[in-house]
Nanobody, 123 residues
Framework: QVQLVESGGGLVQAGGSLRLSCAASGRTVSRYTVGWFRQAPGKEREFVAATIWTGAMTYSSDSVAGRFTISRDNAKNTVYLQMNNLKPEDTAVYYC????????????????WGQGTQVTVSS
């Protein structure tokens, strides 16, 4: 079992930055792909970014490319999402999730989920 806890959310003005953290416990996530998803009210959960377990590859959605960066520190069993130049449309609950095999884009591939952290961007 893997337990994931997100932190770092909050209220920020447009153009500002936040760094989300996803701390894992129970098992090391060094062999897991870890992804960030977000869900705004009335919308489906959408993929934001992922880091493959090898650490060599990262992926991000077109809507956040160039603004958000995912990284991982396996020694700390933590994955980060650095969010720069935030926009009001980035407002959502952000979730981190982990899986061993599957597709990083497919929400159904993820076996473990955190409880989410709220990010609100004011205009």
């Amino acid at each position: 079992q893997v337990q994931l806890v997100e932190s770092g959310g909050g209220l920020v003005q447009a153009g500002g930055s936040l760094r989300l953290s996803c701390a894992a416990s129970g098992r090391t996530v060094s062999r897991y792909t870890v992804g960030w998803f977000r869900q705004a009210p009335g919308k489906e959960r959408e993929f934001v970014a992922a880091t493959i377990w090898t650490g060599a590859m990262t992926y991000s959605s077109d809507s956040v490319a160039g603004r958000f960066t995912i990284s991982r520190d396996n020694a700390k069993n933590t994955v980060y999402l650095q969010m720069n130049n935030l926009k009001p449309e980035d407002t959502a609950v952000y979730y981190c999730a982990a899986y061993r095999s599957g597709s990083y884009l497919d929400v159904r591939s993820y076996d473990y989920w955190g409880q989410g952290t709220q990010v609100t961007v004011s205009s």
